[in-house]
């Protein structure tokens, strides 16, 4: 089981970036798809962006365009820059990492990213 720790939240104004990032260890990193969630207050945590241990993205239609996930094998890190942010980004971003063996997920504590003036 991958263990995973998120960090580089923060609060930023409409329009700004933030570039969390999350710390894998206790695993193959290369043998897990990786991805973000959120979930903001009083709603459902939802897909943000994922990459599969062959490096291929996929990303919610809400952040297309604006949101990069990235992964640093060397360094076993994950990475989600975030750019044009906007009030509605307003959640918990979760790291998660999926066992391309037994599909098996696990998440990290979450970071918080806050988008208001």
């Known amino acids: 089981q991958m263990q995973l720790v998120e960090s580089g939240g923060g609060l930023v104004q409409p329009g700004g970036s933030l570039r969390p990032s999350c710390a894998t260890s206790g695993s193959i990193f290369t043998l897990h798809a990786l991805g973000w969630d959120r979930q903001a207050l009083g709603k459902d945590r939802e897909l943000v962006a994922s990459i599969t241990s062959g490096g291929v993205t996929n990303y919610a239609d809400s952040v297309k365009g604006r949101f990069t996930i990235s992964r640093d094998i060397a360094k076993k890190m994950v990475y989600l820059q975030m750019n044009s942010l906007k009030p509605e980004d307003t959640a918990v971003y979760y790291c998660?990492?999926?066992?391309?063996?037994?599909?098996?997920?696990?998440w990290g504590q979450g970071t918080q990213v806050t988008v208001s003036s």
């Open positions: 998660r990492a999926t066992s391309d063996y037994s599909g098996y997920s696990s």
